[in-house]
């Protein structure tokens, strides 16, 4: 599965950015898209997941702040960014789970995918 992702970039406090990220390639299906990031000398964390069933779930820093939207049909995962602060600065990164094609177009073997990071910088 190959990721493509796009709309980082530089914004200034309590500014607004749109991240999009679009999955193509061989798969069976996707079960959960969903964005990380990570910050210079900080671990990766969740910032926002989307599964194809059950709850929505956020990073408490983000919440009322960011809103993810799916579109299954175009296998495509969208991070809408509002309010944004410095402390947003960060590489993102847009994630799938799913399965690959099994005997028959049954799920076969689990699978999961990285896009290449885009930046987005927060100036105070």
């Known amino acids: 599965v190959q990721l493509q992702a796009s709309g980082g970039g530089l914004v200034q406090a309590g500014g607004s950015l749109r991240l999009s990220c679009t999955a193509s390639?061989?798969?069976?299906?996707?079960?959960?898209m969903s964005w990380y990031r990570q910050a210079p000398g900080n671990q990766r964390e969740l910032v926002a997941r989307?599964?194809?069933?059950?709850?929505?779930d956020y990073a408490a820093s983000v919440k009322d702040r960011f809103t993810i939207f799916r579109d299954s049909a175009a296998n495509t995962v969208i991070l809408s960014m509002n309010s944004l602060k410095p402390e947003d600065t960060a590489a993102y990164y847009c994630?799938?789970?799913?399965?690959?094609?099994?005997?028959?177009?049954?799920?076969?073997?689990?699978?999961?995918?990285w896009g290449h990071g885009t930046q987005v910088t927060v100036s105070s």
């Open positions: 989307y599964p194809t069933a059950g709850n929505i």
């Open positions: 390639g061989s798969f069976h299906s996707i079960s959960t």
């Open positions: 994630n799938v789970e799913g399965f690959h094609v099994g005997k028959g177009w049954s799920p076969g073997r689990y699978l999961t995918s």
